[in-house]
């Protein structure tokens, strides 16, 4: 193979796969010792990218296709989300719940 039909082949390939990913990590706000339950969408796509409890002050990375998220949560015994806001995740940033 000749190193254009190559450099041809990988500009397609990184062109197909849509963003670049966001990177940012989830921490709860919550006091310490306390769970807090979230659901974080990739607002690109609508998928669910983490799914979990935290305890208060610790922190979850996420990767989202594109750079912005929604962290919808509850409190523990909650039985219904609270819809979050729209936010950019991208170059690692904390992002409070």
């Given at each position: 193979m000749n190193i254009r039909r190559l450099w041809t082949g990988l500009i397609a390939l990184c062109a197909s796969s849509g963003?670049?990913?966001g990177t940012c990590n989830i921490e709860s706000?919550?006091?310490?010792?306390q769970w807090k339950f979230v659901?974080?969408?990739d607002?690109?796509?609508g998928e669910i990218v983490l799914q979990r409890g935290?305890?208060?002050g610790r922190r979850y990375e996420v990767t989202a296709k594109g750079d912005r998220i929604r962290i919808d949560w509850k409190f523990a015994g909650g039985t219904h989300?609270?819809?979050?806001a729209v936010v950019t995740c991208k170059d690692?940033?904390?992002v409070k719940s």
């Open positions: 963003a670049i990913a706000s919550a006091p310490p010792g659901k974080v969408y607002v690109h796509n935290i305890s208060g989300y609270n819809s979050g690692g940033h904390i």
